[in-house]
C-alpha cells in the first residue's frame, strides 16, 4: 500500500510542473494578446491623429483673410455719372467700383497713377476683384453713400493672402513665383501702418461659389446641406420607424418578411453610386425634377438613409425586455398600445441614436450627389428646395480639383466645417443616448 501512495505522490508532483506550464503558457497568450489590441489601438489614434494634424495644419488659416484698410470715396462720377440710378437702377450694378478701392490705395500709397503707371499696376494687383462685389452691395444696400468716403477693409488678392500667410516661399526666383518683390515691398508698408492685416473669415461660412479663391465660401453649400437633412429627417425617420415597428411587432415571421429582412441588410452595404444612379433614373429622367435640386438630393439620401434607421430602430425594439411586453398586454393593454404606450418610448434612445448616425453619414455623401447634378457651380442662395444648390462634401470636392494654390487651404477648411457638423451630431446622439437609456 506503501508503494501504490508514493506512486501516486509521484504522479502528482510530475503532474503539477506540467499544469504549471500549461498555466504559463494562457496566461503568456493573454497578455500578448492584450498587447496586440493595444497596439493596434495605439496605431489607430495615431493614424487618426496625423489625419487630422494634416487636415487642421493646411485648414487654420482659411479661417483668416488678409484685408486692406481703405478710405473709399463713392465718387457719383464713377457710380452714377448720368444721375439716373433712380430711373436706371442697373446704373448701380454695373458701375467700375475696382476703380474706387484702386484709387483709395493710390492715395494712401502716395502713388500717382498718371506719373507712375508701373507702381501703380503693382498697388492695383494687390486687391482682389471681389471688391467689385463688396462695394456694390454697400451701394444698392445703401444708395446715400455716394458722394461720401467711408472706411471699409477690402479683400487682398488670393496669392497676396498666400504669401502673407507664409504659404508662398520668397526666397526662391522671382520669376518662378506669383507675387512678385515689388508687391511684397508695398504689402509691408501697408503691414508697418497697420493697414494690412489678417482677418477672420466670416466670407468662408456665408459666401457662395466662386472662381477666386478669397471671396469663395460655404454658405450654398451649408444651406443645401440643412435642406437635404430636412428632407432626410421628415421622411427617412417615420417611414424607417414605421417599417422597423411591423418588421418586429406585427409582421409574421413567413418566407415573405425574411426576403425583406434579407434585402433590407443587403441595401445597408449598397454602394452609395449606386443609390445615385437610382435617383438619376427615377426622379430627374422619370419625375423630371430639378437638377441640382435639394429635394432630389434628399431624396436620394432618404433611401441610402432609411436601412440604416431600419436597422438601429429594430435592434432597439429587440433591447426591450419582453417582460414589458408581457405586463402591458396583462393589465388589458392592446398590441397597438403595447407597441406606442411602453415598447417604443423605451426605445426610444436607440431610436433617436440611428437617425442621428444615419443623418451624418448621409452628409457625410459625396458620389450620390455627383449623378444628380449637385457640382454644379452656384453662387446664389437657394430659397427653396427645388432651386439649384450644393451640398457640404460636393463643395469640398470641387475645391479639391482647382488648380489655384489658395484652394488647397480652402478645401482643408471646409473638411474642418463638415468634420464639426459631424462631430456635433455625433456627440448629440450620445447624449441622447446616454439622458433617456435605461438599464435592465
Known amino acids: 500500500m506503501s508503494d501504490t501512495t508514493l506512486s501516486e505522490a509521484g504522479l502528482v508532483a510530475g503532474a503539477r510542473p506540467r499544469r504549471d506550464i500549461g498555466l504559463k503558457r494562457r496566461y503568456a497568450a493573454e497578455r500578448r494578446f492584450r498587447a ?3 497596439i493596434a489601438i495605439a496605431l489607430g489614434l495615431l493614424f487618426l491623429a496625423l489625419l487630422l494634424w494634416s487636415v487642421f495644419a493646411k485648414g487654420y488659416t482659411a479661417f483668416q483673410q488678409t484685408s486692406i484698410n481703405l478710405d473709399v470715396t463713392f465718387d457719383e462720377q464713377v457710380i452714377d455719372p448720368q444721375g439716373n440710378r433712380n430711373s436706371e437702377p442697373m446704373t448701380l450694378l454695373t458701375a467700375n467700383y475696382p476703380v474706387l478701392a484702386q484709387r483709395a490705395l493710390y492715395e494712401k500709397l502716395g502713388i500717382d497713377p498718371d506719373a507712375d503707371k508701373a507702381a501703380a499696376r503693382t498697388a492695383a494687383s494687390l486687391i482682389s476683384q471681389g471688391t467689385r462685389t463688396q462695394l456694390r452691395d454697400m451701394v444698392t444696400s445703401d444708395p446715400t453713400i455716394i458722394g461720401e468716403t467711408r472706411n471699409v477693409w477690402v479683400l487682398a488678392q488670393a496669392d497676396i493672402d498666400s504669401a502673407v500667410k507664409g504659404q508662398i516661399d520668397m526666397s526662391v526666383d522671382e520669376s518662378r513665383r506669383k507675387v512678385k518683390d515689388d508687391q511684397m515691398q508695398i504689402v509691408r508698408e501697408l503691414q508697418q501702418s497697420g493697414d494690412l492685416q489678417k482677418r477672420f473669415n466670416t466670407g468662408i461660412f456665408v459666401n457662395g461659389a466662386s472662381s477666386r479663391p478669397e471671396t469663395a465660401g460655404m454658405g450654398v453649400a451649408i444651406v443645401g446641406s440643412i435642406y437635404m437633412m430636412l428632407i432626410v429627417l421628415v421622411l427617412a425617420l417615420p417611414i424607417g420607424v ?3 415597428i411591423y418588421l418586429e411587432e406585427f409582421a409574421p415571421k413567413n418566407r415573405f418578411t425574411d426576403i ?3 434585402n433590407i441588410n443587403n441595401l445597408a452595404a449598397v454602394p452609395s453610386i449606386v443609390f445615385g444612379l437610382l435617383g438619376l433614373a427615377v426622379f430627374i429622367n422619370f419625375a423630371h ?4 435640386a435639394s429635394l432630389v438630393g434628399g431624396l436620394v439620401l432618404t433611401l441610402m438613409t432609411l436601412p440604416t434607421i431600419i ?19 396583462g393589465v388589458g393593454a392592446s398590441k397597438m398600445q403595447m407597441v406606442f404606450h411602453h415598447v417604443l418610448p423605451l426605445a426610444a434612445p436607440g431610436v433617436l441614436t440611428g437617425t442621428i448616425i444615419g443623418l451624418a453619414q448621409a452628409l457625410g455623401e459625396t458620389a450620390p450627389l455627383l449623378l444628380i447634378g449637385m457640382v454644379a457651380f452656384v453662387a446664389d442662395y437657394p430659397t427653396t428646395p427645388l432651386d439649384p444648390a450644393t451640398a457640404l462634401p460636393v463643395q469640398i470636392f470641387m475645391w479639391a480639383n482647382e488648380a489655384e494654390r489658395a484652394f488647397v487651404e480652402r478645401t482643408s477648411g471646409a473638411i474642418i466645417i463638415l468634420l464639426m457638423f459631424l462631430a456635433v451630431m455625433n456627440i448629440t446622439a450620445i447624449i441622447l443616448r446616454r439622458r433617456f437609456e435605461r438599464r435592465w
Not at 289 to 292: D, F, T
Open 242 to 244: 414605421a417599417a422597423s
Open 260 to 262: 425583406i429582412e434579407v
Open 289 to 292: 425634377l430639378p437638377r441640382s
Open 36 to 38: 496586440y489590441g493595444l
Open 311 to 329: 436597422i438601429a430602430t429594430r435592434a432597439a425594439l429587440k433591447a426591450v425586455p419582453p417582460s414589458i411586453r408581457s405586463a402591458a398586454l
